[in-house]
Structure formats: structure tokens, C-alpha cells
């Protein structure tokens, strides 16, 4: 059981938007850690995305955005392309493991 | 152009030992913390150790605390993670990452080598 919740899949068809939730608690998202997000192609090393809770890393189209609320975050993919398909994970620090803790990952299928 | 080469994984049988190294080129080693990320067979990615540019800070996940040691020498631009009583659970993917911090309360891991296969055999 992860630290942060994400939903296991999510699918679209290209062009459409999809949203990728991240929900923590009051120990990460919640106490004002921020929430990054990366993508993780398979057999690549996986990609810092979003940082900050928001930014985009040089290079990050901005099809993709992030957002904050509270102990809940999101990541929205806008105009979905095939070359999209990937796992995504959220991640952030927690100070009552004192250990930085990731979602489950949310495995993005291009219908 | 930030590189971060692993090596030394392999097949190892439960409860022995592997050294995994990773070599860091392209930026400023010492100035930044390093990590070890891993990720199981089907699983996802699972933090497994951390340490700080000068190795006065360590930590460690709880799946490995009391068997992995994580260690540095910046003068050779090098990040190493003992293994110790490894466990079929340990088997995975190992990935060094650095570590960007922004503020007291954000920090990610922006760059990421390609990892070193671990298999731990019963």
C-alpha cells in the first residue's frame, strides 16, 4: 500500500484530456510538501515531468500541467498522443517516515 | 549533459552480499544528495536510500534498514549501495538518481540512470 493513492489505470483517446489524481495526508501533501511528477516509458529511465507541484522541466510539452490542493494533487495531460502511454507517478516527502514516498503509479493507455 | 552510469548487479542467492556502484559525470557531484530508486518486477517505484553531498545525512526505506548501506566519494564522483542478507523481495531494478532541492519543502529527483538489474534467488 503506497503512501500516496493513485488509480491504477486510466485511458483515453488521443486528442481527448485525462486527469491522474495523487491523494495523500497530512504527513506529505497535506503538511505543504510538494508533489513532483514523473513518467516512466518501459526499458527507459523514468522523467522528471513536473516539479514543484506545477512546473514543467525544459523540454515538457504543455499538454502537460499539475495542481495542488490540500492533501490532493493532479496531473492533466491535454491533446493525448499516442507517444503519451507510459506509467506516471507522483512523489513527495513525508515527515513521519522521514523518507521521500511515491504513488502507486497510474498506468496511461492511448485508446 | 548529466550522466549516471550503475553497475554491479547480477544473481545473487538469498542472503549474500552485492556492492552496486554508480558513476556521475556531467554536473557538480558534491553538490548535490543521491538517492537509490527501485522498482520490482510489476511493482512500482519504491524508494530504497538517500544521501546527503558531504554523507553527514543518510536514510534508509524500511524494506532495507539494518541490511543496505549507502556511501559516496566525491573525489571519484562515484554513489555505492551495500546489499547485505538480501531477500527475493529485494530483487529489482536499481536506479541512481539525483536529487534537486528547491526549498525546505520540495525537493525531486531530476536525473535518473538507466539502472542495474538486481535477482536475488532463493
Known amino acids: 500500500q503506497s503512501v500516496l493513492t493513485q488509480p491504477p489505470s486510466v485511458s483515453g483517446a488521443p486528442g481527448q484530456r485525462v486527469t491522474i489524481s495523487c491523494s495523500g495526508s497530512s504527513s506529505n501533501l497535506g503538511a505543504g510538501y510538494d508533489v513532483h511528477w514523473y513518467q516512466h516509458l518501459p526499458g527507459t529511465a523514468p522523467k522528471l515531468l513536473i516539479y514543484g507541484n506545477f512546473n514543467r522541466p525544459s523540454g515538457v510539452p504543455d499538454r502537460f500541467s499539475g495542481s495542488k490542493s490540500g492533501a490532493s494533487a493532479s496531473l492533466v495531460i491535454t491533446g493525448l498522443q499516442a507517444e503519451d502511454a507510459a506509467d506516471y507517478y507522483c512523489q513527495s516527502y513525508d515527515s513521519s517516515l522521514s523518507a521521500p514516498v511515491f504513488g502507486g503509479g497510474t498506468k496511461l493507455t492511448v485508446l | 549533459e548529466v550522466q549516471l552510469v550503475e553497475s554491479g548487479g547480477g544473481l545473487v542467492q538469498s542472503g549474500r552480499s552485492l556492492r552496486l556502484s554508480c558513476a556521475a559525470s556531467g554536473f557538480t557531484f558534491d553538490g548535490y544528495a543521491m538517492h537509490w530508486v527501485r522498482q520490482a518486477p510489476g511493482k512500482g517505484l519504491e524508494w530504497v536510500s538517500g544521501?546527503?553531498?558531504?554523507?553527514?545525512?543518510?536514510g534508509y526505506g524500511d524494506s532495507v534498514k539494518g541490511r543496505f548501506t549507502i556511501s559516496r566519494d566525491n573525489a571519484k564522483n562515484s554513489l555505492f549501495l551495500q546489499m547485505n542478507s538480501l531477500r527475493t523481495e529485494d530483487t529489482a531494478l536499481y536506479y541512481c538518481?539525483?536529487?534537486?532541492?528547491?526549498?525546505?519543502?520540495?525537493?525531486?529527483?531530476?536525473?535518473w540512470g538507466q539502472g542495474t538489474l538486481v535477482t536475488v534467488s532463493s
Open positions: 538518481v539525483r536529487e534537486i532541492r528547491y526549498d525546505e519543502y520540495s525537493s525531486s529527483f531530476d536525473h
Open positions: 544521501i546527503s553531498w558531504n554523507s553527514s545525512s543518510t
